[in-house]
């Protein structure tokens, strides 16, 4: 809502400083071009957050996965998985998830099919 409201107001606000001079097509590709530039990149925010922070963002996946974890007692950077950033993070210091991120920040984990579930 916050995204579309903007694009609206800058497209009313070059339309005004224009007098309308503007043409329709040139305000959709602004509107299509602001949308693209505010897209978050959430595997770039995650990559930038210190360790402790991203054992939190793991630690709320894997319970979203409705498996066991009642805490992330280490993670390490693996090599990229179909092109999103992969950690292993391990959790109550003996179970081991595989957690990629996508740019949309969707969490993809991989855990052994013997995991508890929560």
């Not at 043409?23 to 957050?49: C, F, G, K, R, S």
């Not at 066991?68 to 998830?97: F, I, M, Y």
Request: hydrophobic share 40%.
């Amino acid at each position: 809502m916050r995204n579309t409201s903007f694009v609206i107001l800058a497209a009313l606000l070059v339309t005004a400083c224009n007098d309308g001079a503007q043409p329709a097509a040139n305000v959709a590709m602004n509107e299509v071009a602001a949308n693209e530039a505010d897209a978050t990149n959430y595997q770039a925010e995650v990559i930038a957050l210190p360790v402790a922070a991203q054992e939190g963002v793991f630690l709320r996946a894997v319970r979203d996965a409705r498996l066991a974890c009642q805490k992330v007692t280490k993670s390490e950077r693996l090599e990229d998985r179909q092109g999103n950033p992969t950690w292993r993070a391990t959790c109550d210091g003996n179970n081991p998830h595989l957690i990629s991120i996508t740019r949309d920040g969707t969490a993809k984990i991989v855990s052994r099919t013997d995991a508890p579930r929560g």
